[in-house]
């Protein structure tokens, strides 16, 4: 019987790799990541990359000579990146569906009154999403909210979109089709929905242990809009995702989301945000994206310990993170 129990075990030690994360452990990567990722960068936020410290110096606390960005913000607060993440998380794990007109109305509570915000207090927000909340509050639609000239691509809705690919269950179509439309509240212009849409495939194919996810989820997404359509042309002539991915950590959409391929190559979580944020601009956002990749490519254990301790914010989204979770 002893025999027979020791040969079972070693069977399923060969079929199972334990130095993978699970699945839960996934998750919660891709959750903390994106938070530490933007708390991060909050003080780094603005800065060219040659006024950005060398990446053993980049910390929650900023080298002491280090002119920071948001001084009167603590050390390890997330920004908006990190709470428009969270409300869209919420508004999921309440509505059971993807409910624009209820995140509109989060999205907007937090702006006005703090919601999600650590401290309560809100210190960065982007012009378009501004427009675009006070177009919703006038009494706009919010699927039709956001503005959708060529001119206004920038990457509010790619940076909260990750809780979107870590809590659907429907199929690629469904989930590229969900994270177009929840881009539309704030960033109406097929460019950044088309963003949002690989962003999630790309998250979906990580979670689920798949090599080359970002590659597999141009694919997807290809495989997913018409011939000839305009989504194609943005898609070929824009965003160009075969092009090598270098980016300069700028406020455009295409730009963060090439800007998150390209440090993805770090071997670890903190080379990965550290690489993000040594690359200037808009830091905050530049990890908080590419965090939540690695996070979920690395697994929760691989975040260190210090910033995960030093995150404020926690009773915030750790109940958020726990229905998540149960989910399975």
């Not at 603005?46 to 929650?60: G, S």
């Not at 702006?111 to 706009?140: C, E, K, N, P």
């Not at 990580?206 to 898609?235: C, F, H, K, Y």
């Amino acid at each position: 019987m002893a025999s027979r129990i020791r040969k079972s075990l070693a069977r399923w030690f060969r079929r199972v790799d334990l130095t993978q994360p699970t699945r839960a452990q996934r998750i919660e990567g891709g959750i903390w990541g994106l938070l530490v990722g933007d708390a991060l960068g909050v003080p780094y936020e603005f800065n060219p990359p040659d006024k950005i410290p060398t990446p053993d110096l980049i910390e929650f606390e900023p080298p002491a000579e280090f002119r920071r960005s948001h001084r009167g913000v603590p050390p390890g607060t997330w920004s908006d990146d990190g709470a428009h993440a969270l409300c869209l998380l919420a508004s999921l794990l309440d509505c059971d569906r993807l409910d624009l007109d209820d995140l509109g109305r989060r999205l907007c509570d937090w702006q006005q009154h703090g919601y999600l915000a650590v401290d309560g207090i809100v210190f960065d927000v982007g012009v378009q999403t501004s427009r675009a909340l006070q177009a919703f509050r006038s009494g706009t639609p919010a699927i039709h909210s956001g503005p959708n000239d060529v001119g206004e691509n920038g990457n509010g809705s790619l940076m909260r979109v990750l809780p979107l690919a870590l809590w659907h269950r429907g199929s690629d179509a469904e989930l590229v089709a969900d994270a177009q439309q929840q881009s539309k509240i704030t960033h109406g212009h097929p460019r950044a929905q088309l963003c949002c849409a690989l962003y999630c495939l790309w998250a979906r194919y990580t979670l689920n242990g798949m090599a080359d996810p970002s590659r597999l989820a141009v694919a997807g997404v290809r495989g997913l809009i018409a011939d000839g359509s305009p989504e194609q042309a943005e898609l070929e002539f824009h965003i160009r995702p075969d092009d090598e991915p270098i980016g300069k950590g700028s406020g455009y959409v295409v730009d963060s989301l090439r800007s998150a391929r390209m440090v993805l190559t770090g071997s670890n979580y903190e080379a990965v945000v550290r690489g993000a944020i040594r690359l200037g601009q808009d830091t905050d956002t530049t990890a908080c994206v590419a965090g939540g990749i690695a996070g979920l490519r690395d697994g929760v254990d691989a975040i260190p310990q210090r910033w995960r301790d030093a995150l404020r914010g926690q009773e915030l989204f750790r109940p958020l993170l726990d229905r998540l979770l149960a989910r399975g």
